[in-house]
């Protein structure tokens, strides 16, 4: 299952042929985008593009790139590196191409961009901070009781419509902008459970089949509401292919067995900056 509105691509980096950029390239500095979610498997990596909802899985080489783009690079010393780690070609422009095809295919999946570094130096000193639009709860207590299945199959509603019609990243925005104040140690006993079980009626009787997002999302839109650091979880399995989302509270799956999940190599936790549009 792939979150979003469609299932993704997954498969190995397809090259393309090198585009243009503009500007000296001794000035551009190659990184990662904000709301790209990257999981180690092995030796591969599997991307997360929120903007798109998609996935794409990298051989070794695109990902020993990606691991020197996270913190950023530029691309004579992506090539410099690569030589370095794979000394198998002493032929630095054959090399610097495949650097070169390799951007190129990340540009293409909104995965990388590059800044020059000589602009962004001037234009720092003009970063303005933003706003904390996050919104609170009134009162740091526990509700009174859980949310019902009747609140559960609202908010499953709520959720298949706005996945379908805006995606996963501005759904996630908007849940994640209401802050989150109630310890989740206060919980009285089995109420979280009592939430799993709801979500899993609501769902139930929903008249459309629905998927773990879906069901995972839902739980996070009433657990939030209810005031909890509630937190959607992704993940993916390799071999077949496969991804999967839940819920936890706190490091804890909501309604999932830890050993179901165990296949799974997880991307890292989102917050809010990962979701916002720059």
Not at 175 to 198: C, H, I, K, Q
């Amino acid at each position: 299952m792939a979150p979003g509105n469609t299932n993704g691509p997954v498969g190995e980096l397809e090259w393309a042929k090198p585009t243009h950029f503009d500007g000296p390239e001794r000035s551009l500095r190659w990184h990662a985008r904000r709301g790209v979610l990257a999981a180690t498997a092995g030796e591969r990596t599997v991307l997360l593009v929120l903007a798109t909802s998609r996935y794409y899985m990298l051989d070794p080489v695109a990902s020993f790139l990606w691991s020197r783009l996270e913190s950023g690079a530029s691309r004579e010393s992506l090539a410099a590196a690569l030589v370095e780690q794979f000394p198998v070609s002493t032929n630095m422009e054959r090399v610097r191409a495949d650097v070169a095809h390799v951007l190129t295919s990340l540009v293409q999946y909104r995965a990388v961009e590059a800044v020059d570094e000589d602009a962004a130096a001037e234009d720092s000193g003009r970063a303005v901070r933003t706003a904390d639009t996050s919104r609170g709860v009134d009162e740091c207590r526990w509700p009174d009781r859980p949310p019902s299945v009747l609140m559960c199959f609202l908010a499953m509603v709520y959720v298949r419509v706005l996945l379908r019609r805006r995606g996963l990243k501005p759904l996630l925005r908007k849940t994640y902008r209401r802050r989150a104040a109630v310890p989740a140690s206060l919980a009285p006993s089995g109420w979280l459970s009592t939430v799993a079980a709801n979500v899993a009626k609501a769902a139930a009787i929903h008249p459309q089949q629905t998927q773990c997002l879906e069901r995972s999302m839902c739980a996070v839109v009433v657990l939030r509401r209810a005031g909890l650091d509630a937190r959607l979880r992704l993940g993916v399995r390799v071999h077949p292919f496969t991804a999967h989302a839940w819920a936890e509270v706190a490091g804890l799956p909501v309604s999932e067995d830890p050993e179901h999940l165990q296949p799974y190599w997880a991307f890292p936790e989102l917050d809010l900056r990962d979701l916002e549009d720059v």
